[in-house]
């Protein structure tokens, strides 16, 4: 029968070197205690995918060196301003780059978890991110007349790593509303989730919480993270701490600076 | 935003203004969506509801509270290509005078001047939603340039490609533009800011009227919905910027 | 704001005679309350489609002469045995079908959600299903090497037709499980749903009915319909009639006996 | 099904040896799902499950309790499509030698003899699930053709189809086959049938070994399995077979 993890250390175990990692936008349940032990264990070469979007999680692991490849729609604070670490990274080619639009990345996921190479989408055509990628082709729809349509090939990643709610002794992950994250796990090999709690009982017995519930044949490892997404929020459950963050971008601005952050906030393995 | 002396003697403040227009130019539709870092846009979006008797719906994505979505993520553009959203707004690190937005990078794409966020939903909403507002507050030769460096998605396109939408208007902290067939006219200047002032710090050319109006300003009603109403409601995603331009504070947990 | 129709006839009025109507299988919450008030007003030429599949709704409409096109992958009454209606009305060419398989209703539902023309699937190729839909489309694909695959062109209907559990008065309604009906919602240009009854607040307040609801601004009209999918089940609140079922196959067998059925569980209103 | 004066005298059902039978088909696997009327390879599942110590997953898909599936009736092609799901089961109208399967009408299409409830998911789950066992309880020249009518879904395609999956076995109420390399071969006779019986009842031709094992009869633990656990849960979806199989009566309201 399925296992919780001993610790968040066990469950990021199979988050390999030069794997494909993907990572859920900032208001999506972002695993931050889990993203400061990928950091803290020295992850490297990652193939970063942020489905569509991504905040501080982003950017600290560009900052820190794990990243070789960045795959999404866009990296920011928000509120908060720029992300510093991934913006100098870009402006010195220290990672290389691979500029998205948001629904290209769902369509492109959603491939895969339909088991087809591809995904048709709208618009894209006199885009720039199309011209800089070639790994998207243009057709002229077989549905159309001089229809042209942009194809986007499937993403599937090695691992989709989450952070959620609660989940049950069976690998059960309730998810909520946050129904990219099902998505992610549907199309990538492993899910490994990192949960505020262990929900006693089966999360698909329960006529309410089965609708909001990844089944846990999809899921790999569950690790429990008590604010498991601090300093970023959770859904319903708790908001951003918006001075930690205003401390982040003001920190992350020099590499003195973001190197302090990583000191105190990540090695010395301090949370709220 | 800085504040002129002129502007402080308006009983009003520049994003009560902005926030005014934009939810005029929303006009009667059934279903306005809110994207990343847009509080201005958000602003309006709710305004225009609350003035509509909770027509249209508002959906403000990075909210809980308000956002109608369930279907995670890419709901809305799925809801967007089903034709579903009538109006969204998008900004851009430059913008041009063919309505073309850049949110990626200046400089060359693969060494940058200045890199921004990315581009998030433009390369497709742009396309799909019928009425795209264009919003930027800063209005100068830097942000509206003759040709962005980086196109994150075009103002047209050609008759192949399929784009029921596009951009309608650009609304600044100097003036309000439409944009039609192709090309920007200065609809109205914001009350304070000058013509001359806009031709000055406008990087494209544009089309004029003979005289152009001046913006007009928010009904009393019309600030107090957005002080009284409103505020509170943004907290809750943008709590900087509510607690700067409101004074409203963010809860503890806000959720 | 959203109002509730005051009685199912009066919700399903925008199903117009020759309209492309959708309905989902059949556990999935079958509204056949309205499908019988549909019987009653005689409505004429459907194009129906039941994703993907149907039992006793598709047999009633089809023996009533409701339908013009069938769109579906199976109809049967299952344990009760082969729908006797549709098997009648394809065997004299009654009514046009149009096989299909599971999957490929599923795929293009989803093409109508995502605004696109067509969606791939895998599969398909070498079933005389595929030769007898000149409307799928065989490419070969531009992300492999001689790699064929089916297009599928996007199914939009004009009316969704679905039976859940709740809706609240700002028209959303929780279908739980059974996403099948988003999806549906999402394709079609209207949606019209029966319920078992009024939830009173808002259910996108709350955060578990939440993720089980499909958001009101895809429903066109919510009517109360208790039991309104007998005597099919409605998954986690009633289960099938059996007996009712039994009594219908044996009924359906002959044009006479469909006719008795319809006079008297139809036409005079019975119902359990 | 029949059942004759010989296996009158066997301690146990027709249906309990072919469900034991496929149980002993599924091996060990993570996932096995079960489509719609399918109520022996439904036991069979259940009852590999409990051997296995609730190992594999199993989904049927007609079920509220023993469905695992959240995402709607897609969900089990998206899965199966990922490659998750390693056995699935299909039945047949027709069932011919190269494995094809006719689920839809006998005769001309357009005016056929007879017509069968429809394709169901088998021209996708064919493809792409490694393991489909094939099952008809019926074993007869009317059933198993030297070609079908209709191809449902094919039991073998050209190269330049995607094909990681299809059919590795066909149980009937007489015998086993296997399939491989586009043929079946005899594995097996059920207790109280014979070669001859076999050959004369098939419409196909396949391959046989010299000398043809008679198929393993259920253990005493796996019947008491069956009759003690896997019954009860059965009546959820197939109350009727429930009945008549194990004397199980389904509950008012199953739910």
Redesign the interface.
Known sequence: MFQPAKSIDDAIAPIDDGCMLVVPREVSGVPMAATRALIRRGVKRLHLVALPTSSLQADLLIGAGCVETLETSAVSLGEFGPAPRFTSAIKSAEIQMKDATCPALHAAFQASEKGVPFMPLRGLIGSDILKYRDDWKVIDSPFGDNDKIVLLPAIKPDVALIHAPMADRFGNVWIGRQRELATMAHAAVRTIATVEKIHEGNLLDDPTLAPGTLPGFYVETVAVAARGAWPLGLPDFYGVDASHLSEYARMAATTEGFAEYLRRYVYERRAA | MCMSAAQRKKPFRDEELLADVIARLIGDV??VAVG??S?IPATAALLARERG??RP?VSLL?S??HN???????EL????????IDVFFLSGGQIDGQGNVN???TGD????DV??????????????VRKIILFRTEHSRRTLVPKVD?????GA??P???RPGGPVALVTNRCLFSFANGRFTLASVHPGHTVEEIVENTGFNFEMPAIVPETSSPSPESLKLLREVIAPQLS?V????AAQVFGVT?S????
Do not use: M, W
């Not at chain 2, 890199?115 to 799909?128: E, T």
């Not at chain 2, 980086?150 to 075009?154: L, N, Q, V, Y």
């Not at chain 2, 943008?238 to 910027?241: A, L, N």
């Open positions: 059934r279903h990343n870092a509080p008797n909770g719906y990075q809980r509270k109608f979505f369930t279907d995670g993520a890419r553009f799925d809801c967007a290509g089903q034709g579903r949110l990626v990078s794409y693969a060494h940058p890199r921004f966020p990315g581009s998030f939903g433009s390369a497709y909403l742009y396309y799909v980086f196109i994150s998605a075009p396109s050609t192949d490609t399929y809750e943008y709590p900087q910027f963010q503890a947990f806000a959720s």
